[in-house]
């Protein structure tokens, strides 16, 4: 945390903060954390799926419900279910076979009035090392990610640790629960050359430079030592080649 | 103050970054070779006899005038690309070359010695069909063009327009050829497909309709491949189905019917399928044309007929024979036929068309080119001799895009090799090291054999490389002796050998035609050259790298997918790329589509990288597939990653290899097609190295980069093309497991969109839809002030997103397309080389496109070195590469690091083919040209002798001290 702080100091001082987290939302077993007020107002729930085999071939069972909130701020709310003792040592087998922990959630729009419009065809998938889910605690990072128009394009996860160093874990505690972080992640509008405040910065410049007195004066007030050194060399020169009378009046 | 020190940083900046051309560096590394492409149409200038000029036209809508002693060009135009450019016909008379350019659209008579444009019309709309040149009175003077519904005349000296007319029933006749014949009408040819034929006759004077007709031909279907005019008036055709040659005579009012002339009365019969050509002459266009004529009846079969008092003769049978061409000097025609003579030679001859008898001593032997494809075109260029016999020289066109200049009895005048207009992709290769060298290397590889051996074995290396040392000392004082003239590096395949800066590279090309190219880079020589024959043309190719020079005594490996022309699947073409020589490995077939290739860093005991072929059921083939490959690949199968991108669904994939080398699938992406559509999608260069892993900021911290190998840019551009809604999506998407790591959406942009994507940054160009300008943008990926992992990068260990900065700049040029410098070890900084349509390539150094350049100047940006923000990219003059050299049309810029860190070698390609070298942060490691190693050598000799007498003058002194 201490780094992103010193970060985000330093990326404030750069001036160019590309935001990349738009809204997200903290979600723990059906507890959820972050304001309850608008929960109910224009919902629809996606099942969310994941897949820990042996064999590791892909066989899909429901983890959670994902309620989906339409509108301009992209909203997403996670409701899972407990891992069963019988998923908690499947999940523990595949991690000691270092096979996958998949998940997938069907291609749907965040707008719910697309919804009706087309129906949802085909999934979006990605997986995490299982050893990583089960050495991280079952503490994962999802985010689910739109294009302009609101279509969910991709779901991406994360355990954090992300590593698998082969720590031994103890199931019953720590393989209950999800300890889920979900977002969903819009993309965000690409800068324009920023002419205007380029030319705003110049005029401010333009105008010190025109405030300054020094600025300011007149060509004989700034070189008059020059001119007059000049004049004084150029008088000694033609001086020197008059005649020794004209030498004398000077 | 601040204002001051903006002006500064910038000249400072400008210091670091100023590189240009000195003027006596011109062409000391750098050549540039101009091409035309293929030859659509070429005339020899008969005006006179000393004259050198061809002219051609080409199908890359090229107009140039080649010196016919030399191949050079003497100028070239270079018109837009596509339909708007083409070039529909080429006519010239005198000094005149008339060409109509853009499907009819302008009619352009140019000055043949210069090149100036003596006039262009504009030309009313409709589709070129024939063009003319007409003369009255032996005299030409004009010059008709006839459209799908239209025929004008045009002054030749003016390019008025005398007049122009509506072709009567064009919704019905399709009107394809003209006819003049210099006795005051033209006539024009339309035909009604298996009716009949329509001619229509005008007057030249006002273009009156004097006559029109129409004559009963239930057989033909188009006039234009069929048919032509001989003799006085007389219209010929062939027919392949009835097996005829039919005549009729233009000017006669009661002949309303062809008259048919079985081929079987002449003994002769058109090859079943082929389509015959009949091919005539008219070398004056005042006067009519020749009654003589060649009739092909098959690919490789011609003869000489003629028209005699209404019966036709044969004069000459020419079979075998592959071409056949008629020419004209003074008032003689002559007609070259050449023939078959063994498997690897044809002999061109010469014979005069009124008789068909050969005239003596005409024989040219035109050696065809074992690595290249078969003669398609012949051009004759006949003269006078001094004696009143006939001379020639032709030029041959191959199916390779080869233009040979022979002339008697088989020298090869010149050559030019037009495949080369169009290159699709290259590598630079390494050179092998010379034979002395590759001993001394071969020597650490081999195992050990007992410790006399080796002791001899590195004491007669060592004689080797004193014995080759003391060779070249010798050349250097026996070449310092010659004039400087006649010393000449000739490049040579068999003294190809690495400098010692590895400057001199191989540049392998691979061109639409389907033909491969070995080029020194030093030079530009064509070193060796291959014809891939059954390719389908302007197909995707993909070159790949497999082994390359380090590993003595094993060849260079260089691998060429290619598609087949006739089965349509992918083929893998292996060979040395230093010899251009086809490899006797065995490949695997590949029995169905290809997807995706990946190299992968696996070797085998030969070294040579593995090549993973995944095909459209996502089957895996490895090439090679050894068993201790496979063996490899089993062990590392669950890191093996690749991802597969489906434009026309938006989908990207990703899929891992598994242990049975199957592949299962497991992540992906879809981007509704609906919105935007996926254009284009890269990944990292494999042989690129960063050199420091972040970057020292102001206040002495270090931000990490985040350096992601398996990083893709998805470049996308909007369906909807308004300009206000129209936009470019940019996807930074991890290939292994499908994390969409950015995701930004450039508003009211709109493609082509160029960019590059390396290290942590991606470059692209685009569109402003809204303010109508070509802007930059970068974006830069940071992992932070601390490194998750500083040892190794696993992208299925990276949880935290990287900060992604992002800046865009107005770039004051159009641009056709975008490289970065890549240098040995990474060290230097990094430009950008842009390719204008202009023909310059700019250097743009990537200082200018940093995403942390500051709105305003503070300490630590300046401590930093940072540029202040400014909105607009400059272009300087002196960043020009190329300087005058520039590159029509250029297509893709190739770079490659040398051996030495600050040189990074280019090469753009084009029409024309340019490869100089740049120096990013100047030349660091190397003296200049013009250090001054007298100075500093007698500078030290001096000051060796001055201590050496000062030595002595110092003993003498302490000598004689002692003494006292």
Known sequence: MAMRRVLSLILSVLSTVTLLWTQSGECNNGRRSGDAGDTDLSGFSVPLEHSFEVDDVPRFRLRGALQLKGGKENGVYLSQNQLSEKDRITLKDVAAADGLYRVRVPRVSLQVDRQTERPSEGYLTTFVRACALVESHLSDVITLHTDVSGYIIGISIVTIPGSCRGIEVEDEVDLEVFNTTISVVAPVTAPAPETAPFIERMEQEMEKKGKNPQEQKSFFAKYWYLILGGAVFLMATSSAQAPPGGAQQS | ?964
């Open chain 2, 1 to 964: 103050m601040a204002w001051l020190v903006v002006r500064l940083a910038i000249s400072v900046s400008l210091f670091y970054t100023a590189s240009a051309v000195f003027e006596d560096q011109v062409g000391k590394f750098d050549w540039r070779q101009q091409f035309i492409g293929k030859v659509r149409f070429a005339l020899f200038d008969t005006h006179s006899q000393a004259s050198k000029k061809l002219l051609v036209a080409t199908d890359k809508n090229v107009f140039a005038s080649l010196n016919s002693r030399t191949g050079d060009l003497f100028w070239r135009h270079v018109d837009k690309t596509g339909p708007e450019g083409h070039i529909d016909a080429l006519l010239m008379y005198g000094q005149d070359a008339v060409v109509v350019a853009g499907n009819g659209r302008l009619l352009r008579s140019w000055e043949t010695t210069v090149g100036g444009l003596k006039w262009e019309t504009v030309l009313d709309t409709g589709s070129f069909q024939a063009a003319a040149l007409v003369g009255v009175q032996d005299f030409v003077k004009y010059v008709a063009v006839l459209k799908k519904s239209a025929i004008s005349l045009h002054d030749l000296s003016s390019g008025s327009q005398i007049w122009v007319e509506n072709l009567p029933d064009s919704d019905t006749v399709q009107y394809q050829t003209i006819y003049s014949g210099g006795n005051g009408l033209v006539f024009v040819f339309g035909v009604v497909p298996n009716s009949h034929i329509v001619i229509v006759e005008y007057k030249i004077e006002d273009g009156e309709i004097m006559n029109k007709k129409s004559v009963e031909a239930a057989w033909m279907s188009s006039l234009e491949s069929s048919c032509t005019v001989i003799s006085s008036g007389i219209l010929l055709c062939v027919d392949q189905i009835t097996q005829s040659l039919y005549t009729l005579l233009l000017q006669s009012a009661e002949q309303t019917e062809m008259r048919q002339i079985h081929l079987q009365t002449l003994d002769l019969e058109v090859a079943s399928g082929f389509q015959p050509v009949l091919t005539s002459t008219q070398p004056n266009p005042a006067q009519p044309p020749l009654s003589e004529f060649f009739l092909q009846l098959s690919p490789d079969h011609h003869i000489l007929l003629q028209l005699k008092d209404g019966l036709i003769v044969p004069l000459r049978d020419f079979n075998p024979s592959y071409l056949a061409a008629f020419a004209t000097s003074g008032e003689r025609t002559v007609a070259a036929v050449m023939s078959p003579k063994n498997d690897t030679a044809c002999s061109i001859n010469l014979f005069s068309a009124d008789t068909g008898r050969r005239h003596l001593d005409t024989t040219i032997i035109y050696h065809m080119d074992p690595n290249g494809g078969k003669p398609n075109r012949l051009y004759v260029h006949a003269f006078l001799k001094k004696d009143d016999s006939v001379g020639y020289r032709v030029m041959v066109q191959t199916e390779d895009l080869t233009l040979t200049f022979l002339q008697q009895p088989g020298r090869v005048v010149w050559m030019r090799e037009e495949a080369l207009a169009d290159v699709v992709t290259m590598e630079m290769i390494d050179l092998p090291f010379t034979g002395t060298q590759a001993e001394l290397e071969g020597e650490f590889g081999k195992k050990a054999d007992g410790l006399l051996p080796m002791v001899l074995k590195r004491l007669s290396s060592q004689f080797i490389l004193l014995q080759a040392w003391l060779a070249h000392l010798w050349k250097l004082f026996y070449d310092a002796r010659k004039p400087r003239s006649s010393v000449k590096n000739e490049v040579n395949i068999d003294t190809l050998s690495r400098d010692e800066f590895n400057l001199q590279k191989m540049m392998v090309m691979v061109t639409a035609s389907g033909k491969l190219f070995g080029i020194d880079s030093k030079s530009g020589t064509i070193l060796w050259k291959q014809y891939l024959e059954n390719i389908e043309p302007n197909s995707v190719f993909k070159l790949i790298v497999q082994r390359t020079t380090a590993h003595f005594p094993h060849p260079p490996q260089c691998t060429l997918l290619i598609k087949n022309k006739d089965t349509g699947l992918g083929n893998l073409y292996v060979f040395n790329p230093i010899f251009g020589k086809k490899s006797q490995i065995s490949v695997p077939a590949l029995p169905r589509p290809v997807l995706q290739t990946l190299l992968l860093p696996v070797i085998d005991q030969d070294y040579a990288k593995v090549l993973l072929l995944i095909d459209d059921q996502y089957k895996v083939t490895t090439f090679p597939s050894t068993k201790n490959i496979l063996q490899q690949l089993q062990d590392t199968a669950s890191s093996i990653f690749f991802y597969l991108v489906d434009s026309s669904q938006g989908k990207l994939s990703g899929f891992r290899l598994r242990k049975d080398l199957s592949t299962e699938l497991i992540w992906e992406v879809v981007i509704p097609t609906e919105v935007q559509k996926i254009v284009a999608v890269k990944g990292k260069r494999a042989n690129e190295h960063v050199h420091s892993q972040g970057r020292v900021m102001g206040d002495r911290s270090v931000l990490y980069k985040y350096l992601n190998p398996n990083l893709l840019a998805v470049i996308t551009e909007s369906t909807d093309t308004h300009h206000e809604r129209s936009f470019v999506g940019i996807f930074l998407i991890d290939g292994v497991t499908g994390r969409i790591v950015h995701e930004a959406v450039q508003r009211k942009a709109k493609g082509p969109v160029h960019f590059v994507h390396s290290e942590n940054w991606v470059v692209y160009v685009y569109w402003n839809s809204k303010f109508r300008r070509n802007e930059f943008s970068v974006l830069e990926l940071f992992e932070g002030a601390e490194l998750y992992n500083s040892t190794v990068f696993s992208s299925l260990d990276r949880p935290h997103p990287p900060q992604v900065l992002q800046q865009s700049y107005i770039f004051p040029a159009p641009i056709s397309t975008l490289e970065a410098t890549l240098t040995e070890k990474g060290i230097t900084s990094r430009h950008l080389l842009v390719g204008l349509p202009s023909g310059n390539i700019l250097s743009l150094p990537k200082m200018f496109l940093d995403p942390r350049r500051p709105e305003v100047v503070s300490e630590q940006s300046r401590e930093e070195n940072l540029i202040p923000y400014a909105p607009e990219m400059p272009i300087r003059d002196e960043w020009f590469i190329n300087y005058n050299q520039t590159v029509s049309r250029v297509r893709g810029i190739h770079t490659a690091p040398s051996g030495l860190e600050s040189t990074c070698l280019v090469v753009a390609y084009g029409l024309d083919i340019y490869q100089t070298r740049v120096f990013p942060s100047k030349q660091f490691d190397v003296l200049k040209d013009d250090y001054d190693y007298v100075l500093i050598s007698s500078v030290l000799f001096g000051l060796f002798f001055a201590t050496m007498i000062s030595k002595r003058l110092a003993e003498v002194k302490l000598l004689n001290r002692a003494w006292r």
